[in-house]
């Protein structure tokens, strides 16, 4: 029996990071102006995996990734810093999904890797601030959930020790196996990449991105299995194509619109003793303040 | 049409949570347009008598599942009970607090009915659409308006097709407003017997620390907020300085936080509090969308800034063109000289 843990990892436009350029001219978003990344805490969640398997001889991590073909960025990065395998979930019938056709077709996949012990994803993407897959992910797979997780002080056969974050203060709670985790940002760092591992596996690749490789990186990629990562389409997981990419998403944009300033007439001011001295007045004066 | 529910969150203190008492005041208005009553769910543990605290709200029934294990919330308990009236009643709109709670519970309950679900909407109303595709008209569909994408853009969701349609929204949004004390509403027991199972309560708590919230910077008349150009901790001690000889509280951009300057209770924002001070003071704030989302209904605001074009100084009524170590000393000389 081995303890198998699968980490849901998803890859974002650094949104924290918005430049100037990152809108086009008609209002839409400029994605090819901000870099891809690893989301922020699925990194968490990465880390807590992997002192999972620190501990435990019979522990095997394996990403799971949905997105486009570059999104094999995430699996690699997952695998430098101790993840053991990784699949990329893949297709344009994809395209569109909302929170609830994403989780549907990611329940697909753990489904296929069954069984599990743990589904262990970040609380929330940064592209959107949701919060919504993981816990949906866990209804899908008909499991329980524990959300905002900052440590696993216990992890045995049978049982897990999960200690909380919420608004207001820590709860600890117990909860048997199979389980859905969302880890929330205050649990540990992940660790830095390992160099032995970068090595390893800087070649893996997935088959599409196979296809512009020389011959003789592809005979390397026969030799070696470890650097192949599957890509699993629509067909693969027996999806419904119903309950995938727009026809799947409940939820529709209806409108989106620029920002548009409610310019006021801002008084503009120095830091002059004399400026500072006269806005105080007026504020004293007019009792927004004193 | 069918009706509009809240679900509502009993705090640490026993009582009805402020960000439902928003929603329910929300909700009353949504109901009235629609012209169909607003009902609520409450759950938990010893809740005799909770529906006084709602009905003033204009809450015409409340259901009520009181168990002894269902306080604290835990997930699957209150899923099921959720779900449960949710199937019977099956409502037109249900809408949550944007939550440790309300985060957890809706995407749950909206992946078990397969409908479309909005975290931390800004804004909720009413509107038409046509889908070109299948050529349907809908009427008075839920806008759930929310900024997106970096806070570049403000998208509207619907949910044409899936009930109900439901929505998140964060402590302070919406404003909290008694209808009438006298309202009257109808109280349904939940037969919490009947729907709980033992495999509900796997998940156990062994152990809770909580707080009652510290900082209540949604309430105070002043706020003085830093951002990332605060530059570190200790300048923000600077704020903390004229927030005292003010009487004010000290609030936060995102990237501040992030940064380390400043606790994330602090946050005002999309994902953070909504504030409507009578007076914000902007220090070292860029003014992105999904902070003004969270302090732009202030009545007065002063940005201080060193970049002349930072979007805040648009929406600010004074804009002081400076350094924050240099302008809040002297804010701080210059109140004390001039106030008696
Ligand atoms: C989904 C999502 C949700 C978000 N939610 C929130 C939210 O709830 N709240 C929030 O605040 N943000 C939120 N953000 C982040 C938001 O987009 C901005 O990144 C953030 O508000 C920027 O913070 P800032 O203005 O402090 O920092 P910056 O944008 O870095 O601005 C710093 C400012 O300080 C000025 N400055 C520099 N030095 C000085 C000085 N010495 N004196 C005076 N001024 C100086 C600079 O000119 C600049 O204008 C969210 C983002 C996303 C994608
Ligand atoms: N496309 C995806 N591929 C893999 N994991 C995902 C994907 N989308 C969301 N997740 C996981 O679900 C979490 C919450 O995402 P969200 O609901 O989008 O905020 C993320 O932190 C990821 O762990």
């Known amino acids: 029996m081995s303890f198998r843990i699968i980490v849901l990892a998803k890859q974002v436009p650094d949104t924290r990071n918005v430049g100037k350029d990152a809108m086009k001219a008609d209002g839409t978003v400029n994605r090819a102006a901000l870099p891809a990344i690893f989301n922020p805490e699925d990194l968490n969640a990465l880390e807590l995996a992997l002192r999972i398997k620190d501990q435990r001889k019979d522990c095997e991590v394996i990403v799971l990734t949905m997105g486009p073909f570059r999104a094999a960025e995430i699996v690699r990065e997952a695998m430098y810093r101790g993840a053991d395998r990784g699949y990329l979930i893949t297709d344009r019938k994809f395209a569109g999904s909302d929170t609830l056709a994403t989780s549907y077709a990611i329940s697909l996949a753990v489904k296929k890797l069954e069984p599990y012990n ?45 200690k909380r974050r919420l608004e207001l203060g820590i709860e600890t709670v117990k909860a048997p196996m199979p389980l859905a985790i969302t880890v929330h940002s205050s649990a540990p760092d992940c660790r830095q990449r390992v160099a032995k591992l970068l090595m390893k596996y800087k070649h893996a690749r997935t088959v599409t991105e196979l296809q512009n490789e020389t011959k003789d990186y592809t005979e390397l990629y026969n030799q070696r299995p470890y650097l192949q990562i599957d890509e699993w389409t629509v067909d693969d997981l027996h999806a419904d194509v119903e309950m995938l990419g727009l026809s799947g998403s409940p939820t529709k944009v209806k409108k989106i619109e620029n920002v548009v300033f409610a310019h006021k007439d801002s008084k503009v001011m120095t830091s002059s003793d004399e400026d500072i001295n006269n806005l105080m007045k007026e504020l004293i004066e007019s009792h927004v303040i004193g | 049409m069918n009706n509009i529910f809240v679900y509502c969150e009993i705090t640490e203190d026993k009582v009805i949570a402020d960000v439902s008492l928003e929603l329910l005041s929300k909700g009353r208005k949504l109901a009235s347009e629609l012209n169909v009553k607003l009902e609520a769910v409450v759950i938990g543990t010893d809740l005799k008598d909770v529906e006084a605290q709602i009905f003033p709200y204009g809450v015409d029934v409340v259901h009520v599942a009181d168990d002894k294990n269902l306080f604290p919330y835990t997930t699957l308990p209150h899923s099921a009970i959720v779900l449960e009236i949710f199937k019977h009643e099956k409502p037109e709109i249900a809408i949550f607090g944007a939550t440790s709670i309300g985060r957890d519970l809706a995407p749950r309950i909206a992946s078990a009915l397969r409908c479309g679900l909005t975290a931390d909407c800004t804004s909720l109303e009413f509107g038409d ?23 570049n853009i403000i998208a509207t969701i619907i949910n044409p097709e899936t009930r109900p349609q439901m929505a998140t929204v964060r402590e302070g949004v919406m404003k909290k407003e008694i209808l009438d004390a006298k309202y009257k509403g109808k109280v349904k027991k939940v037969n919490t017997a009947a729907i709980l199972k033992d495999e509900h309560f796997v998940v156990q708590i062994i152990e809770r620390h909580m707080e009652a919230s510290k900082v209540n910077i949604k309430n105070s008349q002043v706020i003085i907020a830093g951002g990332y150009g605060v530059g570190s901790r200790e300048n923000f001690k600077l704020l903390y300085d004229l927030a005292d000889v003010l009487g004010a509280q000290v609030g936060a951009s995102r990237a501040a936080v992030d940064a380390g300057f400043s606790e994330h209770e602090r946050q005002i924002g ?71």
């Open chain 1, 118 to 162: 743990l589904v262990i994803s970040g609380r929330q993407a940064i592209d959107g601030d949701t919060a919504q897959v993981g816990p949906q992910t866990a209804e899908k797979l008909n499991i329980p959930q524990v959300t905002y997780a900052e440590d696993i002080p216990e992890v045995t056969d049978t049982h897990i020790v999960i």
């Open chain 2, 129 to 151: 659409h046509f889908e070109n595709k299948t050529q349907t008209e809908y009427k008075n569909l839920l806008y759930q308006i929310r900024p997106a994408f970096g806070g």
């Open chain 2, 270 to 340: 999309q994902t953070g509090v909504t504030v409507r001070p009578k007076l914000y003071i902007a220090c070292g704030i860029s003014g992105a969308v999904q902070h003004r989302a969270g302090m732009d209904q202030s009545a007065q605001i002063i940005s201080i800034n060193t970049d002349l074009n930072a979007p805040i100084n648009h929406i600010a009524d004074f804009t002081i063109i400076g350094s924050i170590t240099d302008v809040i000393p002297k804010m701080i000389k210059y109140y004390k000289a001039n106030s008696k």
